[in-house]
């Protein structure tokens, strides 16, 4: 048993766990365990093992799964969903789960659609990841060979299919109704909620979508019990996290750390402190769509509840970092032009609200910043916010907006001004 | 010709109709292959025109509009021609604070095109991508199906030439 568990079997030559190689590090061995529970029961244990979703919003996964219908009066078939559709700016930890242990993944799918007894899953995986998908339909079409997928797994009452969907690039994927949308062959447009998908789903079936890193974590659970996994942890959320870091420091990278491990730790201890001639200006913690955290909050635990207390969120872990050579008027510009163009436009404050925000900040970038511009862009702050807005991005574009013009009110003023960006 | 369901393509080669009704058989409904389907017509034309989607959706029981909006929807589904080689270029917040803009100013020099534009000799189209998952690495684009990390202006000489080119 190692407190590394997602990552310890991975090889270092960067080559996927083959079948056999992954048989031989216990693999599998969940699935023979699980098949022998009720499936109600893999859901205590999940839920008792607060295992929080993976994919930035840390909803409880055994919690989620007990939302579907179960016994011979629900609706079927049921579906199962692998949400690898990483698209999230700074983000990079599921590729490196497919790539080097995608039976992690397929196994941890196979249990979880035991748990809520589906019948058909698949992986949702984005385009751009071309080595994670050859090496997911490689490891499907073993998995297959081998019994753990198809009729009757194992010599059990249980079946499942297992397909890899490879989309064609659109952020919006990522956000499970879309997804659902996607995979229905429809444009991707998110759908209202409620009804849930594990209540209406994928063609209108109860349908657990979760994220790639979220299931990669269920064999290791089913097969040494939910206190093992709470003991990785150094909070109340279970397990490892992995994290990652880029920007400008020495050593970008990936890293699979206790949960609750701080910012500190992974900068400095791993990432090796910024690059030579750089200072720490300030770091967004979990992908594009969090709010800024600074040098002071660097003794902050990276999980769940920790970072919401000092007004930003965990979100995929994976965190970038912004020197001070870097301008920060730039990087928000930055930002939200990528959610201007990734809005699927269905809604008017996301579709409209966005470019107008791209357009203030392109402009203040290059000194044609005008007086009530930061006005402009604090009224979509606090406009294009939940419940305002059909889904979660044109909110998540706003959090970095918000924390960057309490942080960088001065910058404003200056490129404002001095009608330049003093970084150029 | 030939027919599908009673309907005439006159325009979906053999291999093309081949490879849909192939991928037909693994989705639930013919609309759930649409995006695959595509990508079949795109692989063997490059691009995909509007004669491909009048054909394809009546391969797919869709209307040509329904079957537009999905085309219209990804980034990677190309509704007008491109080039013999497609570079995406990453833009997105890590690789830009790592070099973005001195990369891709000049891949724009050394091609002479923008955004959004093929090179003359249609060897390359040059993209935007939002971020690859390549942040490690950045700053990063793709060539067609490969990723190229690290990218110094040294490593996209060395990188066009190998994809042919001669300027």
């Known amino acids: 048993m190692s407190d590394r568990p997602l990552t310890q079997s991975m090889r270092p030559d960067g080559e996927a766990l083959t079948i056999k190689e992954y048989e031989r590090t216990d693999g599998y061995q969940a699935l023979r365990k699980a098949l022998k529970m009720p499936p109600k029961e893999i859901q205590e244990i999940v839920k008792n093992s607060n295992l929080r979703g993976r994919g930035g919003a840390g909803f409880n996964t055994g919690m989620k799964w007990s939302f579907v219908p179960m016994g011979n009066d629900a609706p079927r078939p049921k579906y199962l969903i692998a949400n690898a559709d990483e698209m999230e700016p700074g983000t990079f930890k599921d590729k490196m789960l497919i790539e080097l242990n995608p039976h992690q993944l397929i196994e941890g799918m196979i249990i979880s659609a035991l748990a809520i007894e589906a019948e058909i899953a698949y992986v949702f995986l984005r385009w751009e990841y071309r080595l994670a998908a050859a090496r997911a339909q490689r490891a499907i079409a073993e998995a297959y060979e081998n019994n753990y997928l198809g009729k009757n797994i194992l010599g059990s009452v249980f079946s499942l299919e297992m397909h890899l969907h490879i989309s064609a690039g659109r952020y919006i994927c990522g956000e499970e109704t879309a997804l659902l949308n996607a995979l229905e062959g429809r444009r991707a447009i998110p759908r209202a909620k409620p009804p849930y998908p594990q209540i209406s789903g994928l063609w209108g079936k109860p349908t657990v979508v979760n994220n790639a890193e979220t299931f990669s974590n269920i064999p290791h659970i089913i097969l040494h019990g939910a206190e093992w996994y709470k003991g990785l942890s150094r909070t109340t959320d279970g397990g490892t996290k992995i994290y990652g870091m880029s920007g400008r420091v020495k050593k970008p990278g990936l890293w699979e750390l206790p949960m609750g491990t701080t910012i500190r730790e992974i900068l400095e201890g791993r990432a090796g402190g910024m690059q030579g001639g750089y200072e720490l200006r300030y770091l967004i913690p979990g992908g594009a769509s969090t709010e800024f955290l600074t040098a002071e909050h660097l003794d902050v635990k990276m999980d769940f509840d920790s970072v919401p207390k000092v007004g930003s969120r965990m979100g995929t872990g994976t965190l970038i970092v912004i020197d001070d050579k870097t301008c920060p008027i730039g990087v928000l510009h930055n930002l939200e032009k990528f959610f201007a163009r990734e809005s699927c436009g269905w809604c008017t404050p996301c579709r409209e609200g966005l470019p107008w925000v791209t357009n203030i900040l392109e402009a203040i970038e290059n000194g044609q910043g005008q007086a009530g511009d930061i006005e402009a862009l604090a009224m979509h702050g606090e406009s294009l916010w939940l419940g305002r807005t059909f889904c979660a991005l044109a909110p998540g574009a706003m959090e970095p907006l918000r924390s960057g013009l309490k942080l960088f009110k001065g910058d404003f003023e200056q490129h404002i001004i001095e009608k330049r960006c003093p970084w150029r | ?167």
């Open chain 2, 1 to 167: 010709m030939w027919t599908v369901n009673g309907v005439n393509l006159n325009m979906l080669s053999e291999k093309e109709t081949h490879e849909i009704a192939e991928e037909l058989k693994q989705y639930k409904t013919r609309q759930a292959a649409s995006v695959e389907a595509l990508k079949i017509i795109q692989r063997s034309r490059g691009w995909v025109d509007d004669e491909g989607i009048k054909d394809l959706s009546a391969m797919l029981g869709m209307t040509p509009d329904e079957l537009d909006g999905v085309a219209t929807f990804y980034n990677l589904i190309f509704r007008k021609p491109v080039g013999a080689h497609v570079i995406l270029i990453c833009d997105t917040v890590s690789c830009w604070v790592m070099g973005y803009e001195k990369i891709l100013a000049h891949l724009k020099n050394r091609l002479g095109i923008g955004l959004g534009e093929t090179s003359p000799d249609g060897l390359f189209t040059l993209l935007p991508i939002p971020c690859l998952g390549a942040c490690d690495k950045a700053p990063a684009m793709m060539i067609d199906e490969e990723l190229y990390g690290n990218l110094t202006p040294e490593k996209i000489d060395e990188l066009i030439k190998r994809y042919g080119w001669k300027g």
